[in-house]
């Protein structure tokens, strides 16, 4: 997959791969992330008085991050969606200029505070080792947090080329159902449950592969890091259905950028 | 472990069961970066243009993201070794009083130029997956050698830790050697050739284990993303003898922060 070249972003063997691929990596960043205890200062609203700002520790972190990454033209790569679009700095090196893959409104398609919101709320007090916290480790829990939502957030924004990958392949049938409005009928056409048990049943085999040392294995009780079932229920109450909120809301405002023409051709 | 209670940080056994984890941590960390390309220009000082900067673009993202680590107190910690430890912020959180572990002088052991060189020079041509570069991935490519940088310089400082215990366990000789200036003898000490050659056979466990998608692993020839033999000749070539290289300058300043009547006692 190059993203200067968009049939490559739109090949749905390319993009299937590209999101296996980022299993392993959200598994791995919250393997890391499982080291921690679960440390609720972090994500307190104001817990820690910090001038000028309002929010909490983790949202000050992340914002840190993603200014810096900005700088670094992060956020101009189609695949990446900020969790603060309104407070980013211009970038340092020269800009890129991408072809256009995505409908023009993309960019405001972003779930991004539903998932902090179920990151903090449901995936931290399941994965961190223990409840409580050590406050010598506030900022390195931060610091993994925001891998793990910058690795699921590109996840489920990635709904965004599965959309438009399947909008190009068939046209008349997501004209017509954009035209009627009809969500069911669009979620219909984006679902495929044998691929979504598929990924659960990847994601327990990964979980326990990468969570436990292999060298281990055969000793008793080899100790995992990581409960795979909870990254099993992770995906499937979370990234999989927001992954389809995603999909369906870019191509409920699909017909915003397409040809008059082409839209009459079909209705 | 717990760096507020300094017997628990002395413990071999804790020491030992720390480095075995932060192997895990390396390995994600390098399979993550093996996902791009050698990408040059990363390390090219003066590529890009950046006003009031002088060095490589990783260079600059690395003192970014080490200011920003700075403010959430990171380089408080006894066992992170900043790169750039002339440039730091102070912190916006509370300090935290860690008690005394390591001799006074311990944070000017700082080998990271070392380990920038090395990882620059001989680990990023044998992980990434392709010469050349990318472009639009410049700044993913910085960002993951600035987690596999970390990584690894915390594991090759935690070395410190192995000689303080060391030093503790067995004050007569280390008094001793040092009053001597034995280098050869102190590194005898320090050395188990055993142990490190099975750091090595665990470490092609490991990058095997977890550089392969599980679900495919009997198929025919499951592609690994990593070659195990890199990581483990990383290990033997460089994070070895560096973190030995720190336990020997640590131990050779260590009476500088004795007692009078300790040294006496044992010359």
Chains 1, 2 share one sequence.
């Not at 407070?87 to 340092?92: M, V």
């Not at 800009?95 to 960019?107: E, F, G, M, R, T």
Request: glycine letters at 2%; charged letters at 30%; one cysteine or more.
């Amino acid at each position: 997959m190059d993203f200067t070249k968009p049939e490559t972003v739109l090949d749905l063997n390319n993009i299937r791969q590209a999101l296996v691929r980022m299993e392993d990596s959200i598994v791995f960043d919250l393997i890391e992330r499982s080291q921690f205890f679960s440390s609720p200062s972090v994500y307190e609203p104001n817990k820690f008085k910090i001038p000028n700002f309002n929010g909490s520790f983790l949202d000050w972190a992340l914002l840190q991050m993603e200014r810096a990454h900005s700088q670094i033209r992060r956020y101009e790569a189609p695949d990446e969606t900020p969790f603060f679009p309104n407070d980013l700095l211009p970038t340092i090196l020269p800009s890129i200029n991408y072809p256009k893959i995505l409908a023009n409104y993309a960019d405001e398609i972003n779930v991004n505070d539903n998932i902090k919101k179920f990151y903090v709320e449901e995936i931290v007090p399941q994965i961190s080792c223990k409840e409580g916290e050590q406050q010598e480790n506030l900022g390195s829990v931060s610091t993994q947090d925001i891998e793990c939502l910058q690795a699921i957030s590109r996840r489920i924004h990635f709904g965004k080329f599965v959309a438009e990958a399947k909008y190009q392949n068939d046209k008349p049938l997501y004209i017509k159902l954009i035209k009627e409005a009809d969500v069911d009928g669009i979620e219909a056409s984006i679902t495929n449950s044998a691929v979504e048990q598929k990924i659960l049943e990847r994601l327990v085999i990964k979980a326990e592969s990468y969570g436990v040392d292999p060298s281990l294995r055969y000793s008793q009780n080899p100790q995992s890091k990581i409960n795979p079932q909870v990254i099993a229920k992770l995906y499937k109450d979370w990234i999989i259905p927001l992954t389809k909120k995603v999909e369906i809301d870019y191509l409920l405002r699909r017909l915003e950028d397409e040809d008059q023409s082409q839209i009459e051709k079909y209705v």
